[in-house]
C-alpha cells in the first residue's frame, strides 16, 4: 500500500505541474476568446458571460486530457525502448521525483542515500542521485565517485554508457582536460562502431590539436 501512495503522490505533482503551466494560460486565451466575439457582435452578452463560466469546468478536462496523454505517451516510448533492445525500463522513485519536483534537492539526494543503503546494487539511484549533486548541489566530486562507481560495477551496458557520458560531461564542465581526454579514449574504444564513439574520438582530436 505504501508503494501505491507514492506513485498516486508523483502522479498528483505532475498533475498540479500541467495545471499550473497548462490551465492558467488556458483560461486566459477561452475568456479573451469569448471577449473578442461578444465584441465583434457574434456572441451575445448573456452567452458571454455562460461561455465565461463554462470556461473552469473545459479548461480542466483540457488538463485532464494533457495529463494521460503525456502519461500514456511516456509509457509507450519506454515501453518501444524497452521491447526494441530488451532494455528493462529505468525504476522510478516517486518520494523523491515528488521532491525534485518541489525544488527539494539536498532531500531528495538524502532519500536516494538511505535508499542505497538498503539496496547497495540499485545504480540507477546512483545515476539519479549522481545527477543531483552535479546539477543542483555542486557536489562534483561526489558525483564523480558515483559515477565512477556505476561503471566499475558494470551490471548493464546501458548503465554503463551512461556513466561514462555523465563522466564526460561532468570533466568537461569542470575543465579537467586531462580526465577528459582519457574518458573519452575509453568511451572511444568501449562503445566502436556506435555514433557516440565515433562523436568521443572526434572530440578528443580537436583537444590533442589544441593542446
Not at 494560460?25 to 465565461?52: A, D, M, N, R, Y
Not at 545515476?127 to 559515477?147: K, M
Request: one cysteine or more; hydrophobic letters at 45%; a neutral charge.
Amino acid at each position: 500500500m505504501k508503494a501505491l501512495r507514492d506513485v498516486d503522490t508523483g502522479e498528483s505533482a505532475e498533475l498540479v505541474r500541467i495545471s499550473v503551466l497548462f490551465g492558467g494560460p488556458c483560461f486566459i486565451i477561452l475568456t479573451l476568446l469569448w471577449f473578442f466575439l461578444q465584441e465583434k457582435g457574434v456572441i451575445p452578452s448573456w452567452l458571454f458571460g455562460v461561455l465565461l463560466i463554462c470556461n473552469i469546468p473545459v479548461s480542466a478536462l483540457l488538463v485532464l486530457a494533457l495529463h494521460h496523454s503525456t502519461s500514456a505517451a511516456s509509457r509507450g516510448f519506454v515501453d518501444l525502448l524497452s521491447a526494441a533492445g530488451n532494455i528493462p525500463p529505468p525504476r522510478t522513485y516517486p518520494r523523491q521525483e515528488v521532491m525534485l519536483v518541489r525544488g527539494q534537492y539536498q532531500e531528495a539526494a538524502d532519500y536516494f542515500r538511505d535508499h542505497l543503503t538498503v539496496e547497495p546494487e540499485d545504480d540507477e539511484a546512483r545515476l539519479r542521485l549522481a545527477d543531483i549533486l552535479e546539477r543542483h548541489l555542486q557536489d562534483l566530486d561526489g558525483a564523480e565517485r558515483l559515477l565512477l562507481e556505476v561503471r566499475r560495477r558494470a551490471g548493464h551496458p546501458n548503465l554503463e554508457l551512461r556513466a561514462s557520458n555523465g563522466l564526460i560531461d561532468l570533466y568537461r564542465k569542470t575543465g579537467r582536460r586531462d580526465r577528459l581526454r582519457v574518458e573519452l579514449a575509453r568511451f572511444a574504444d568501449r562503445f566502436k562502431g556506435t555514433p557516440g564513439a565515433v562523436a568521443a574520438a572526434k572530440l578528443l582530436a580537436e583537444l590533442k590539436a589544441d593542446s
